[in-house]
């Protein structure tokens, strides 16, 4: 799958399913500094993965500082061709000051297999 540069950054489209919703996410970051994919909240309301009480609220911290989430497992996140099932995300605000839909973070690039062509701005699967 091509990825293209949008603020100087790597974005890719992801199709996401959880029960009878499947959304396209268009503006996703592949941001191999980030140990855990998130969502953006207004993304996981969509799906149905909106927060409940006994969620547990965990704090992130990044290069724009901190951010509260919480966790929940989705039932398909896809990238191409990179498929995994029943994958923990995170969610939050995600209020970057860009136009964002979610990150790709490490945990979702090495389950996938990922492997990234910076060069032709390519992502794939090594298998």
């Known amino acids: 799958m091509n990825m293209k540069l949008k603020y100087g950054l790597s974005f890719v489209k992801v199709d996401l399913k959880q029960g009878d919703n499947n959304k396209l996410l268009s503006n996703v970051l592949v941001d191999t500094g980030a140990a855990s994919t998130l969502l953006s909240a207004d993304v996981a309301m969509n799906l149905g993965l909106g927060p409940n009480p006994e969620d547990k609220i965990y704090t992130i911290s990044g290069v724009g500082g901190n951010e509260f989430v919480y966790e929940k497992k989705i ?12 994958f923990l995300v995170q969610i939050g605000a995600m209020d970057y000051g860009l136009e964002i839909d979610g990150i ?12 990234i062509d910076t060069y032709n701005l390519y992502i794939s699967s090594s298998n």
């Open 104 to 115: 790709l973070g490490m945990d979702y690039l090495i389950q996938s297999k990922s492997v």
């Open 75 to 86: 039932e398909e996140i896809k990238l191409c061709n990179l498929i995994l099932t029943e």
